[in-house]
């Protein structure tokens, strides 16, 4: 985290502090205090005018965050450096922000130890706003502050906070955290002193860098005797003191990568040696016991590591690991939230789909049904115009014979030839009339069979495509598979009965082509029939012509009556009387 971030934490508390109505403006006469005061503790020099030129516009009335963001940015921290005292700087918003917000009822805590957590909570907290700390991170300050009172972390007590705090999106604010830990919720059995001095401990620790500290005896540069001084050990340097209350420096040990940490043995009388060596001088070091000697050397190699890598204090260097695990964690979480939604939305997709083609199914069904009985209507329709038919045909026969009874009368005197012509003409009508019911029957057949083709192009193409859908089908995933099991036996189903369906259509249309074949060998009889009494008719002498449907024209009546001859046998019978003529004449 850069200075810029960690400033503008404490910078908020102050900002809200001032907002007093939670509106998010403050008066312009509070920001130009609160400007002066951040330019005062960061040594920066303060430009009053600046911000009445940022705020010229505005001259009475609250002032927008957004509007005194811009000029926190240029005005001050843009300029900041560090070259002051972050404790101070943390005091100061401290002040005005705890004057606010913070209930001092049954604290176990004094006003220092409420700073502390607060500086605490601004390092461990999110980088949104407003600041929360996250459940991790109060696990991991409840830890630290529990080993270093010296107690035993009880994970039962802080899983019914996680509980309580899975209510509140798993985060706290600094003024929920504050009362948490001011009223020994986790430290039941210790005394103020000792969870004060755990505050302490943890506070140098996260906030002061301290890595390690402790009484040590020291050999001096000069004068070569030993004394007692208290050490304390930041990522770049060992400061030490004349006592732990920090007040008398009097000396730094500055730590770079070709620094060194070394045991040494016993001498002069002391145990536990080490030497910290630099590039300028060596520093002899006496611990009170070896544990102590190898904590502080390892301690002391492990700053030198990290400068020579360039990495920060373990403490930061952890809480930047966590941060970014919780970081991939959530891009992980959102990630399989996304392919949650997409496969809901394709299981969604399929389940349209199904549906779809179900109605397709039915309509396919409805359609089908709606052309049987069209076809069965069709069919009705044609035998009831055959009936017409053959009705207006009897009518017009029964005309015709009415009409040859009448011509029977006037031609008595031919009544013999007309007997013999009657049976002939009787036994032509017949071959004519079985012609006629053969071609009949033919265009019958020939219909049936067109039909029975039709239907069965209809049904070839719907068992391809069941067939098609049955492909698609199994060429789609297992789970796919065993959701449409029940669709896919349906189908089969449909298909059997479709393929039943088609082999009697084929029997159907095998029995109408050979009732077709059997119609035109008997149109095949008839005709031959036709032509041999047409031949018979045509050979016997004085034939009358065949009953034929007149011309259109009108018609020419003779003495044998209208329509007795053709005109052909007219224009013949016209010409030999006019030959006769002219020989008579001749003669």
Same mark, same amino acid.
């Given at each position: 985290?850069?200075?810029?971030?960690?400033?503008?934490?404490?910078?908020?508390?102050?900002?809200?502090?001032?907002?007093?109505?939670?509106?998010?403006?403050?008066?312009?006469?509070?920001?130009?205090?609160?400007?002066?005061?951040?330019?005062?503790?960061?040594? %920066?020099?303060?430009?009053?005018?600046?911000?009445?030129?940022?705020?010229?516009?505005?001259?009475?009335?609250?002032?927008?965050?957004?509007?005194?963001?811009?000029?926190?940015?240029?005005?001050?921290?843009?300029?900041?450096?560090?070259?002051?005292?972050?404790?101070?700087?943390?005091?100061?918003?401290?002040?005005?922000?705890?004057?606010?917000?913070?209930?001092?009822?049954?604290?176990?805590?004094?006003?220092?130890?409420?700073?502390?957590?607060?500086?605490?909570?601004?390092?461990?907290?999110? +980088?949104?706003?407003?600041?929360?700390?996250?459940?991790?991170?109060?696990?991991?300050?409840?830890?630290?502050?529990?080993?270093?009172?010296?107690?035993?972390?009880?994970?039962?007590?802080?899983?019914?906070?996680?509980?309580?705090?899975?209510?509140?999106?798993?985060?706290?604010?600094?003024?929920?955290?504050?009362?948490?830990?001011?009223?020994?919720?986790?430290?039941?059995?210790?005394?103020?002193?000792?969870?004060?001095?755990?505050?302490?401990?943890?506070?140098? @620790?996260? %906030?002061? +860098?301290?890595?390690?500290?402790?009484?040590?005896?020291?050999?001096?540069?000069?004068?070569?005797?030993?004394?007692?001084?208290?050490?304390?050990?930041?990522?770049?340097?060992?400061?030490?003191?004349?006592?732990?209350?920090?007040?008398?420096?009097?000396?730094?040990?500055?730590?770079?990568?070709?620094?060194?940490?070394?045991?040494?043995? +016993?001498?002069?009388?002391?145990?536990?040696?080490?030497?910290?060596?630099?590039?300028?001088?060596?520093?002899?070091?006496?611990?009170?016991?070896?544990?102590?000697?190898?904590?502080?050397?390892?301690? %002391?190699?492990?700053? %030198?590591?990290?400068?020579?890598?360039?990495?920060?204090?373990?403490?930061?260097?952890?809480?930047?690991?966590?941060?970014?695990?919780?970081?991939?964690?959530?891009?992980?979480?959102?990630?399989?939230?996304?392919?949650?939604?997409?496969?809901?939305?394709?299981?969604?997709?399929?389940?349209?789909?199904?549906? +779809?083609?179900?109605?397709?199914?039915?309509?396919?069904?409805?359609?089908?049904?709606?052309?049987?009985?069209?076809?069965?209507?069709?069919?009705?329709?044609?035998?009831?115009?055959?009936?017409?038919?053959?009705?207006?045909?009897?009518?017009?026969?029964?005309?015709?014979?009415?009409?040859?009874?009448?011509?029977?009368?006037?031609?008595?005197?031919?009544?013999?030839?007309?007997?013999?012509?009657?049976?002939?003409?009787?036994?032509?009508?017949?071959?004519?009339?079985?012609?006629?019911?053969?071609?009949?029957?033919?265009?019958?057949?020939?219909?049936?069979?067109?039909?029975?083709?039709?239907?069965?192009?209809?049904?070839?193409?719907?068992?391809?495509?069941?067939?098609?859908?049955?492909?698609?089908?199994?060429?789609?995933?297992?789970?796919?598979?065993?959701?449409?099991?029940?669709?896919?036996?349906?189908?089969?189903?449909?298909?059997?009965?479709?393929?039943?369906?088609?082999?009697?259509?084929?029997?159907?249309?095998k029995g109408a082509l050979e009732q077709y074949e059997a119609v035109m060998q008997k149109l095949a009889d008839a005709a031959n029939n036709t032509r041999t009494w047409k031949h018979k008719v045509a050979q016997h002498e004085g034939l009358v012509r065949l009953i034929q449907p007149g011309s259109k024209g009108p018609q020419k009546i003779t003495n044998w009556?209208?329509?007795?001859?053709?005109?052909?046998?007219?224009?013949?019978? @016209?010409?030999?009387?006019?030959?006769?003529?002219?020989?008579?004449?001749?003669?």
């Amino acid at each position: 985290m850069s200075l810029r971030d960690e400033l503008l934490k404490s910078i908020w508390h102050a900002f809200t502090a001032l907002d007093v109505d939670k509106s998010g403006k403050v008066s312009k006469s509070q920001l130009k205090v609160l400007s002066h005061n951040l330019c005062t503790v960061m040594r %920066i020099p303060h430009d009053p005018v600046a911000l009445e030129e940022h705020f010229k516009d505005d001259d009475e009335g609250p002032v927008s965050t957004q509007g005194y963001m811009p000029y926190l940015n240029k005005f001050i921290l843009d300029k900041v450096q560090d070259n002051f005292d972050r404790q101070d700087f943390n005091r100061m918003c401290w002040t005005l922000c705890a004057r606010k917000n913070l209930n001092r009822t049954n604290f176990l805590i004094s006003d220092e130890d409420a700073f502390r957590i607060w500086c605490i909570f601004n390092f461990l907290s999110e +980088d949104t706003y407003p600041l929360t700390i996250v459940a991790e991170e109060i696990e991991y300050f409840l830890r630290k502050l529990t080993e270093a009172m010296g107690g035993s972390w009880v994970e039962e007590r802080f899983e019914d906070l996680k509980m309580e705090l899975s209510a509140k999106q798993q985060c706290l604010s600094c003024w929920a955290l504050i009362p948490l830990v001011g009223t020994g919720t986790f430290s039941k059995g210790m005394d103020r002193q000792s969870l004060s001095m755990g505050i302490t401990e943890v506070f140098h @620790e996260l %906030i002061l +860098d301290v890595l390690k500290q402790g009484y040590m005896m020291k050999k001096g540069h000069k004068r070569k005797n030993w004394t007692e001084r208290w050490f304390v050990l930041l990522p770049n340097s060992i400061s030490y003191y004349v006592s732990e209350d920090l007040t008398e420096k009097k000396g730094d040990i500055m730590l770079d990568g070709n620094c060194c940490v070394e045991s040494l043995p +016993d001498k002069e009388g002391k145990k536990c040696l080490l030497v910290v060596k630099c590039l300028d001088r060596s520093y002899e070091i006496s611990a009170s016991d070896k544990k102590r000697k190898q904590e502080w050397v390892q301690a %002391i190699q492990t700053c %030198i590591s990290l400068l020579n890598l360039g990495r920060p204090a373990p403490h930061r260097e952890s809480r930047q690991k966590r941060r970014e695990l919780r970081e991939k964690q959530k891009a992980e979480q959102d990630e399989l939230e996304l392919r949650m939604r997409e496969l809901q939305t394709a299981n969604e997709s399929k389940q349209q789909e199904l549906e +779809d083609m179900r109605k397709k199914l039915d309509e396919a069904a409805a359609n089908a049904a709606e052309e049987e009985r069209r076809r069965l209507q069709t069919q009705t329709e044609l035998q009831d115009r055959y009936k017409m038919d053959l009705e207006k045909e009897k009518m017009v026969r029964q005309e015709m014979e009415m009409q040859v009874a009448q011509k029977s009368c006037e031609l008595e005197q031919y009544l013999q030839r007309v007997r013999e012509l009657e049976d002939m003409y009787h036994r032509l009508e017949d071959a004519l009339e079985d012609e006629k019911s053969a071609r009949q029957d033919e265009e019958t057949v020939r219909r049936l069979q067109a039909r029975l083709l039709e239907e069965e192009a209809v049904k070839r193409a719907e068992l391809e495509q069941i067939h098609l859908h049955q492909q698609r089908a199994i060429s789609e995933t297992e789970a796919e598979k065993q959701e449409l099991q029940k669709e896919r036996s349906a189908k089969e189903s449909a298909l059997q009965a479709a393929m039943l369906q088609l082999e009697q259509l084929e029997s159907e249309r095998k029995g109408a082509l050979e009732q077709y074949e059997a119609v035109m060998q008997k149109l095949a009889d008839a005709a031959n029939n036709t032509r041999t009494w047409k031949h018979k008719v045509a050979q016997h002498e004085g034939l009358v012509r065949l009953i034929q449907p007149g011309s259109k024209g009108p018609q020419k009546i003779t003495n044998w009556g209208p329509a007795a001859f053709t005109e052909a046998e007219l224009t013949l019978r @016209e010409k030999d009387w006019q030959d006769k003529k002219n020989r008579a004449a001749q003669t």
